[in-house]
């Protein structure tokens, strides 16, 4: 997610907060991550609810002996308005992904686990729904 980060900047998305249990990314409307139809672009949701979730991954596998890989295996979305102003994406997930990392270490197998990332607009209306799968496996030798 790290060597992202260069291209989620210039398509404008902001870590408002993030914590062991939720992560929010906001990213504001704007003439590059517009669709031909004046809103913004699927693929610029995509990427700020991946980050809402990834982020809580990213936090619980860094460093961690043994090593954890993590790795995106599933998406799901739903477009439920058009996105015309700052869209704000929640992930309040981490106690479920950390979970599965402890899973993952202790049965020695992959573990996956699916995280929920939601949209809204600045009238707090959802404008899109995310379902991202993370697959996560132990580096044990």
Not at 94 to 115: F, H, K, L, M, Y
Request: hydrophobic share 45%; proline share 3%.
């Amino acid at each position: 997610m790290l060597q992202r980060l260069p291209a989620a900047l210039f398509a404008g998305l902001r870590i408002k907060t993030f914590d062991e249990q939720h992560a929010v990314v906001t990213v504001k409307y704007k003439w590059f991550n517009q669709n031909p139809f004046r809103s913004m672009y699927f693929a610029i949701q995509s990427m700020a609810a991946e980050m809402s979730s990834g982020l809580l991954a990213s936090g619980q596998v860094y460093h961690r002996k043994p090593a954890v890989s993590m790795l995106v295996v599933g998406l799901e979305a739903k477009f439920l308005k058009k996105a015309v102003d700052t869209v704000t994406f929640t992930c309040n997930d981490g106690q479920a992904i950390s979970q599965a990392i402890e899973s993952c270490i202790d049965r020695g197998e992959s573990v996956t686990v699916r995280a929920q990332s939601t949209g809204r607009n600045e009238a707090g209306e959802i404008v899109s729904e995310f379902w991202i799968t993370w697959s996560f496996k132990s580096k044990t030798p």
